[in-house]
């Protein structure tokens, strides 16, 4: 892949040769961590109705690679500001998942500290390689009851219960499905796609 292949989307807003350059430019400088990226979509958004306010411009970056997908969201007054937060985001997280490549592909088994003390002695520490970096659960719940839900209650019992997502048993599809709020507003489903045997 190249930066001819980046695919660059105007929402609520004019499309102007300045910013696309812009974009391209500072991306393009990373081209060395995403080479191997199979897309990436860079959408440009100005939220019109809401002019005026703090988070006028949003940027929204989604690279896919061969095994995950890196995936970056600013949102701010000035849009050049975000795509440089964006851009530097992005790097750092493309940095991560290549020094991680061989836990993507299977080849390293992928662990998880459950220790107090080592979540203590890595908080707040600023990671600039992730060799050593290992993350760790700080929680663990069981789900007691998985009974089938629609798609409406699962929202329902979510918002009873305060939290801002929800996995349950989705009664139309029988799939274990995730509800959640939407920093925009209005939810979201995520369900597993449809799998051949």
């Not at 958004?45 to 006028?56: Q, T």
């Not at 969201?73 to 440089?84: K, L, P, T």
């Amino acid at each position: 892949m190249t930066s001819k292949d980046i695919q660059i989307t105007f929402v609520g807003m004019e499309s102007t040769k300045a910013l696309k350059k812009y974009v391209l430019e500072k991306i393009g400088k990373y081209e060395h961590l995403w080479k191997e990226a199979t897309s990436m979509d860079v959408f440009l958004k100005e939220y019109v109705n809401s002019r005026g306010v703090k988070n006028d411009f949003r940027v929204d970056i989604t690279a896919k690679l061969p095994n995950s997908a890196v995936r970056v969201e600013v949102s701010g007054e000035n849009m050049y500001a975000n795509i440089d937060e964006a851009s530097d985001t992005l790097a750092r997280r493309l940095k991560r998942y290549l020094e991680r490549k061989t836990y993507w592909e299977g080849v390293t088994p992928w662990r998880v500290l459950e220790a107090d003390a080592q979540l203590k002695s890595i908080e707040g520490e600023l990671h600039d390689t992730y060799d050593d970096y290992v993350p760790t659960i700080a929680v663990r719940k069981k789900i007691e009851d998985m009974s089938p839900l629609e798609e409406g209650e699962a929202i329902e019992r979510m918002e009873l219960l305060g939290y801002d997502q929800l996995l349950f048993r989705n009664k139309n599809t029988g799939k274990i499905s995730m509800i959640y709020k939407r920093v925009q507003g209005g939810y979201g489903l995520v369900e597993p796609a449809e799998t051949e045997i």
